[in-house]
């Protein structure tokens, strides 16, 4: 089974900061992309962020410049560190993965979500 495990979420105010992380685990060959998306109530998931495994980055344009998404393939594990958030950036934040799953098949793969809240 292929799992993927995110902390990091929280309340903070505008202007702050936090950290995301999400872990692959699991008997799978190889991770190919990683990345975050978020979703807001009443809004659609869209795509934050996302890294190849040769770290090319991509990234949603309202966060240029605010986040930057790294990842560490010894731990197959992805951050995403945002900074001068804004309360428009509230959202439940799902990590993503291409993994090569043990039947050798690239399955696309979803954490359980970590709810960020940017408020005074």
């Known amino acids: 089974q292929v799992q993927l495990v995110e902390s990091g979420g929280g309340l903070v105010q505008p202007g702050g900061s936090l950290r995301l992380s999400c872990a692959a685990s699991?008997?799978?060959?190889?991770?190919?992309?990683m990345g975050w998306y978020r979703q807001a109530p009443g809004k659609q998931r869209g795509l934050v962020a996302t890294?190849?495994?040769?770290?090319?980055?991509n990234y949603l344009d309202s966060v240029k410049g605010r986040f930057t998404i790294s990842r560490d393939n010894a731990k197959n594990t992805v951050y995403l560190q945002m900074n001068s958030l804004k309360p428009e950036d509230t959202a439940v934040y799902y990590c993503?993965?291409?993994?090569?799953?043990?039947?050798?098949?690239?399955?696309?793969?979803w954490g359980q979500g970590t709810q960020v809240t940017v408020s005074s």
């Open positions: 699991g008997n799978f060959f190889g991770v190919s992309t």
């Open positions: 993503y993965a291409n993994i090569r799953n043990k039947v050798a098949a690239w399955t696309d793969y």
């Open positions: 890294i190849t495994d040769s770290g090319g980055t």
